[in-house]
C-alpha cells in the first residue's frame, strides 16, 4: 500500500509531498519539512513568515491585512472607527486622538464574546429547542391519541343511535303484527259466523226442496221457512290499516340531534415557549419530575375526628382537608393544626355518599337516597343533578371541569359512569366492546368510588366485583386490577376509597388487608402502603403526592409520604 495515498499515513509535507511534516508557517497555513523551510521563506519575501514547530501550529496570531496599505499587518485597532490599523495608519493624521487597543486585546475581547454565545448556543439555545421539538412531538403523538379517542367516542355514539333504532323498528314491528292479528282474529270470527250461517241456509234450502217434492199435504202445510232471518245479511267489516308517517330526515336537524363536532383551531403563543435557564423550577417543563416510590412509606401526620365512622376525605390543598362520616355534616378540617374550620349539612340530611373537590375549590357530594349531585359554593348548596332511575354512588372532577358519576339503578341490577358538564350528560359508560357491563350490579351496601388519572383515564374501584376497572376517556375498557399475590392478610381484595398522583400512579384502598395498592397506570402492581392502617376506606392525594388516608373505626386520617 503507497503510504502517501494510505488512511493510516502520517503527514507530509505540502511542498514536496513526500517528506513527514515538521515544521508550520501560520502565516501561510503551510505545512512543511525541515528541507523545505528555506524554500518557503524565499517563496513570497513580502510576507513576514511565521515558521513554528508542526506542534505549535496556530499559536502565532495572524493579524488582519490593511486595506489601504497592502500586505501591511494590522496590529492596532481604532475603537472610534472601528478599523484595524496597521503601523502606516498609525503614523497618519487620520487617527489622532482616537482611542486606540492592541489587536490582541480586541481578539480577546472577541474570543470571550465568542465563547459566551457558543456556552449559551449549547447550554441554553440548544437545549430549549430540543425540549420545544419534544414537546411538540407529545403533543403530535396526544394529538394522534386523543383524535382516535374521539372518533371511538362517535363510533361508539352512532352504535348506541343504532341499537336505539333497532330497539324503535322492533317495537313497530310489533305493534304492527299485534294490530294485523287482532284484525285477522276479528275477520276470522266473522267468517266463521258467516260460514256456519251459509251451512243453515243449505240446510234450510234442503228441508224447503224435500217439502216440495213431497205428495203428503200435512207435511207440506207444517213447513215454516227461516227466509226473513236470512234476508238480513250480516254487517260488512272493513280493516282499516294503520299509516306510517316517516319523519323527515333533514341533514342539519339529524346532525344536531345526534352531536354536533366542533371546529378545531391552532394557536400561536409568542409567550407559549420560554428559553430554559440554569435555575431549576418545580414549574419548568410541560411534564412532571419523575418521583421514585419509597422503599418504606413514612405517616407525616394523623389527625383525630369525631365521627363514629368515618368514610370520605377530600383534599381542599396542602393545608386543608374535607371530611365525612356518619352522619349528614361534612368537615374542613386544618391539616397543621388539626382544627375544625367550617361545617356543612347536606340539604337532605341525609348522609353523604361520596365527596370531592373541584378544580375551583368548590365542594361536591353525592346524596344516595335523594338521588342528587350537589355542590356547594361559598356555604351556600346548589343542586346541579337530579336522577329519575339512578342513584349517585362516587364522583369526581375532572381536570375539564366535567363531573364524574358512578350510579347504580333502582333495581340495583345496573351501574354505569356518566360525564357531565354542569347539568348536561355528555357520555355514558356502562359496556365495554362486547356488550358486557363494565361494572357488577350492586345494593346501597356495596360502594363506588371513581377518580380521574393524569392520563385521563377514568378508574373506578368496585368493590362488589373486588376490581379496579380502568377505562380510558372515550370508554373503552383498559384493564381490570382485581388484587396481588400475595395479599397481606391473605384476605380477598376489597377496593374502597381511590385517587391518583402526578406520576399517574393508582391508589386504592383494601379494607379487607388493611393498606393501600399501588398500581402504575397499566394496572401493574408496585407495592402496598401498610403503616398501621385500621380499615381504610376513603383516599385523596395533595399537589406534593403525600395521600391522605381516612380509616372508617378509629376515627383517624392519616398523612403519609410514599414518593421520594
Known amino acids: 500500500m503507497d503510504p502517501r495515498t494510505s488512511a493510516q499515513d502520517v503527514m507530509r509535507c505540502d511542498l514536496c509531498e513526500t517528506a513527514v511534516v515538521q515544521m508550520h508557517c501560520d502565516t501561510c497555513l503551510v505545512n512543511l519539512c525541515t528541507a523545505c523551510v528555506g524554500k518557503h521563506m524565499i517563496s513570497d519575501q513580502s510576507i513576514n513568515h511565521k515558521v513554528v514547530t508542526f506542534q505549535a501550529r496556530k499559536s502565532t496570531p495572524i493579524y488582519p491585512l490593511c486595506t489601504t496599505h497592502k500586505k501591511e499587518r494590522c496590529k492596532m485597532y481604532c475603537k472610534k472607527c472601528d478599523i484595524p490599523l496597521c503601523t502606516k495608519c498609525l503614523v497618519s493624521d487620520q487617527h489622532l486622538g482616537h482611542r486606540l487597543s492592541e489587536m490582541l486585546q480586541i ?41 382516535g379517542d374521539l372518533s371511538t367516542v362517535i363510533t361508539k355514539h352512532g352504535e348506541d343511535w343504532h341499537r336505539e333504532i333497532d330497539k324503535l323498528v322492533k317495537k313497530l314491528q310489533a305493534e304492527v303484527d299485534e294490530m294485523k292479528n287482532t284484525q285477522l282474529q276479528t275477520l276470522q270470527k266473522h267468517l266463521d259466523e258467516i260460514n256456519k250461517t251459509i251451512s243453515d241456509i243449505k240446510d234450510e234450502i234442503n228441508s224447503l226442496e224435500n217439502a216440495v217434492a213431497s205428495e203428503d199435504i200435512c207435511k207440506v202445510y207444517s213447513v215454516k ?62 411534564s412532571p419530575p419523575v418521583k421514585q416510590l419509597l422503599d418504606e412509606p413514612e405517616t407525616v401526620t394523623t389527625i383525630h375526628f369525631g365521627y363514629e365512622w368515618l368514610y370520605n376525605v377530600a383534599c381542599l390543598s396542602d393545608e386543608e382537608i374535607w371530611t365525612s362520616g356518619d352522619d349528614s355534616t361534612m368537615k374542613l378540617y386544618s391539616i397543621n393544626q388539626g382544627s375544625l374550620l367550617k361545617s356543612i349539612t347536606t340539604k337532605s340530611g341525609n348522609i353523604p355518599r361520596n365527596t370531592a373537590v373541584t378544580e375551583s375549590g368548590d365542594l361536591v357530594y353525592t346524596d344516595y337516597w335523594d338521588r342528587t349531585v350537589n355542590i356547594v359554593k361559598n356555604e351556600k348548596i346548589e343542586e346541579v343533578i337530579r336522577l329519575q332511575n339512578w342513584k349517585p354512588q362516587g364522583v369526581c372532577s375532572t381536570s375539564s371541569g366535567d363531573l364524574l358519576v358512578i350510579m347504580d339503578s333502582n333495581d340495583n341490577k345496573q351501574s354505569k359512569v356518566v360525564r357531565y358538564s354542569g347539568s348536561t350528560e355528555k357520555q355514558t359508560i356502562q359496556f365495554d366492546d362486547k356488550g358486557k357491563p363494565l361494572y357488577s350490579p350492586t345494593s346501597s351496601y356495596y360502594l363506588r368510588n371513581i377518580t380521574e388519572n393524569k392520563n385521563l383515564d377514568i378508574c373506578v374501584s368496585d368493590s362488589k366485583a373486588g376490581a379496579v376497572v380502568v377505562v380510558n376517556q372515550a370508554g373503552k375498557l383498559r384493564f381490570r386490577y382485581t388484587g396481588h399475590t400475595p395479599a397481606l392478610k391473605n384476605k380477598p381484595f376489597n377496593p374502597r376509597g381511590i385517587t391518583t398522583d402526578s406520576q399517574s400512579h393508582i391508589l386504592t384502598a383494601d379494607v379487607n388487608n388493611d393498606c393501600v395498592h399501588i398500581i402504575d397506570q397499566d394496572g401493574q402492581f408496585l407495592c402496598y402502603i401498610d403503616c398501621a392502617l385500621s380499615v381504610p376506606w376513603g383516599l385523596c392525594t395533595d399537589t406534593n403526592d403525600n395521600v391522605f388516608v381516612a380509616q372508617l373505626r378509629n376515627k383517624q386520617v392519616k398523612e403519609i409520604k410514599y414518593l421520594q
Request: hydrophobic letters at 25%; one cysteine or more.
Open 107 to 147: 481578539l480577546d475581547e472577541k474570543r470571550d464574546s465568542i465563547i459566551q454565545e457558543q456556552t449559551e448556543l449549547k447550554e441554553t439555545v440548544y437545549p430549549t429547542y430540543q425540549d420545544i421539538a419534544s414537546d411538540v412531538q407529545n403533543r403530535m403523538s396526544q394529538l394522534e391519541r386523543e383524535y
Open 225 to 286: 221457512s227461516d227466509i226473513e232471518k236470512y234476508r238480513k245479511v250480516p254487517q260488512k267489516i272493513t280493516p282499516s290499516l294503520p299509516n306510517f308517517t316517516p319523519g323527515k330526515i333533514q341533514g342539519g336537524e339529524l346532525c344536531k340531534l345526534f352531536g354536533v363536532l366542533s371546529s378545531s383551531s391552532l394557536t400561536s403563543d409568542k409567550h407559549g415557549n420560554s428559553m430554559k435557564t440554569t435555575q431549576k423550577s418545580p414549574e419548568a417543563g410541560s
